[in-house]
């Protein structure tokens, strides 16, 4: 049996979704790192660093 991810319905959990980058997920980490230019590698320690908050960071990834 194979689980599925519960994805968000509501617009509420989409946009909470999105203010958020998650670490481990490999697209996300892509999108971002082409969105700032910068490495996939530098985006997963800016995550570790700052939290998964996507304000804090992209502005970590500016610097």
Known sequence: MATTKKTAKTPRGRKQDRARVAGGQGHEVRYEARKTGRSASAVKKAVKKVGKSRK???????R
């Open 56 to 62: 804090r960071v992209e502005k970590r990834l500016a």
